[in-house]
């Protein structure tokens, strides 16, 4: 099984980029971020014609987030983060599919820190460690995939140095990434690649993609059951050198089918 997540940074106006690369990497699941997209306005035919349902939870011009399954049907859970009714950014999505529950994300951005924005996302984030523990405690398979705005360490982003300030990086962030996983969560990336340096993100201006200037900040935490059933982990960094597309690129885990 084959599990994706894409900041796709406005999914009509890259659409072509997104059904190309579905075309050609043929993921089971894919987790999206930032569509950018009023609830009306998701290409749900497009979707369709390429072989994928999907649910959706979008907001005008910013935020919102989506799971498409390629085969198997969907169950959604719920489209909303818990712990906040008045929060009303479309952040979080969560479904099962297949026997797993997929948690898709977009953590805040944070900037500039400190500030209101810099508060909004600690708290987003202590909101997400309460939910995940909960997920946790259920005992059953769960992915939690997306844009989380972080860099957890020092390997995960070109010259640190200039980052120390940066909402991304500051050591409150790191620090709740940190509180998160060690409830018992597996880093895929870093699970299979511990001294990689590897990006998911290059910003577009001053040529960042062509100097592999990145960021590592789209992650999947896996539940024990899934890190037995790791495979393998990639980031489609070729996608980012297409004609119009995200500043991000797409990244897909592969899990066997074996259950045990």
Known sequence: MKIATYNVNGVNGR???LLRWLHETSPDVVCLQELKAPQEKFPEKAILDAGYNAIWHGQKSWNGVAILSRKANMEEVTRALPGDPEDSHSRYIEAKVNGII???LYLPNGNPAPGPKFEY????FER????AAELFALDVPVVLAGDYN???TDLDVYKPERWKDD???RP???QAFKTLVKQGWTDAIRKLYPDEIIY???DYFRNAYGRNAGLRIDHFLLSPHLEKRLKSAVVDHHVRGWEKTSDHAPVWIQLSDNKK
């Open 15 to 17: 659409l072509p980029v």
């Open 102 to 104: 997929i948690g898709c």
């Open 121 to 124: 996302k600690l708290k987003w």
């Open 128 to 131: 997400l460690t309460v939910h």
């Open 150 to 152: 972080v860099m957890p």
């Open 167 to 169: 909402a991304l990086f």
């Open 172 to 174: 409150e962030v790191r």
């Open 200 to 202: 998911t993100f290059w």
